[in-house]
C-alpha cells in the first residue's frame, strides 16, 4: 500500500466509524439500531467496494453460484442479529416449504463447530442458507459473504474439489469489507457494546434460539464474548482503534 492508499484507507475508517457513532448516539437502546447499523454498513460496502473496483475485471460471482459457501464465514453481532430476525420473519414461508431453517441452521452448526477454513472447505459442507443453488439470505447476507469476490469461477469450483487452486479474488472488496466491519466493531466497542466478530453460524444459532439475546445485546451484555475468534487479533485491533481515536 502506497503512502496515498494509507492514508485514504484511514480517512474512509474514520468518516464510518464517525457515521457508524453517530447511528448509534442516536438510537441507542432502541429496536430498529440494528437496522440502521446493517443498512450503513451494507451500503457503504457496496459503494464503495464499485468504486473501489472500477477498472477491474467482472467479477465471476453471480446469484446461485453457492461454489464457496462452504467457507468460514465471520461475522459482527449487528449482522448476525439481523440474520437471525429475517429468519424468524421469513420462518412461516420456509415451512410451508418443507424446510425448518432452524433446524438446518443447528444441524450446519453443530457439524461444522471446530473445523478450520480448510477442514470445512474440503469436507463440502455448504452454508444451509443454500437453497435450491442460492443463497435464502441474500439481502441480509453479511459483510463477509459480500466481500468475497472471485474472477474466476473455474478456479474456485477447481479449489471447491480439491485441486491444488486458488481463486483470484478481488482485493478492493476484500479491504472495503475489512475497513467498514473495522470501524462498526470500533464503534460498537467504544459504545460498550459486544464487539468482537464470531463464526456466523455459531452466533447466529445462538441468536435465534434465545429471544432475548438481541436484548441483552442492547443492554451492553457480552452476548457472544464465548464466541469470539481470536483473543490475539482482538487486542490488536483494540490498540488500533484506541490509537485512531486518539488522532
Ligand atoms: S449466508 Fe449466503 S452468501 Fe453467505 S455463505 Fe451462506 S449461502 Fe453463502
Not at 118 to 127: N, V
Request: hydrophobic share 40%.
Amino acid at each position: 500500500m502506497t503512502g496515498d492508499e494509507e492514508s485514504g484507507a484511514q480517512a474512509f475508517f474514520l468518516a464510518l466509524r464517525d457515521s457508524f457513532d453517530r447511528i448509534l448516539a442516536a438510537g441507542r437502546g432502541d429496536p430498529r439500531l440494528v437496522d440502521a447499523l446493517t443498512a450503513q454498513a451494507f451500503e457503504c460496502f457496496e459503494r464503495n467496494a464499485e468504486i473501489q473496483s472500477e477498472g477491474q475485471p467482472d467479477p465471476a460471482c453471480s446469484r446461485g453460484c453457492d461454489t464457496c459457501c462452504c467457507l468460514h464465514v465471520s461475522a459482527t453481532a449487528p449482522e448476525i442479529f439481523l440474520a437471525a430476525r429475517f429468519l424468524r420473519l421469513t420462518a412461516p414461508a420456509f415451512t410451508r416449504h418443507g424446510v425448518d431453517m432452524a433446524s438446518k441452521l443447528t444441524g450446519a452448526h453443530e457439524a461444522t463447530a471446530g473445523k478450520s477454513q480448510q477442514e470445512r472447505f474440503s469436507s463440502c459442507l455448504l452454508c444451509p442458507f443454500i437453497i435450491g443453488g442460492a443463497c435464502a439470505i441474500y439481502s441480509v447476507r453479511t459483510l463477509a459473504c459480500r466481500g468475497h469476490v472471485s474472477f474466476d469461477k473455474e478456479a474456485c469450483l477447481a479449489a471447491a474439489a480439491g485441486e491444488d487452486a486458488e481463486a483470484p479474488l478481488s482485493a478492493a472488496h476484500r479491504a472495503v469489507r475489512s475497513l467498514v466491519q473495522s470501524a462498526l466493531q470500533a464503534s460498537l466497542r467504544d459504545a460498550g457494546l459486544d464487539w468482537g466478530a464470531c463464526e456466523f453460524l455459531a452466533g447466529l444459532d445462538r441468536a435465534l434460539h434465545d429471544e432475548n439475546c438481541e436484548a441483552r445485546w442492547l443492554r451492553g451484555e457480552p452476548v457472544f464474548a464465548d464466541l469470539h475468534e481470536d483473543d490475539a487479533t482482538a487486542r490488536d485491533m483494540a490498540q488500533t482503534f484506541d490509537a485512531l481515536r486518539s488522532h
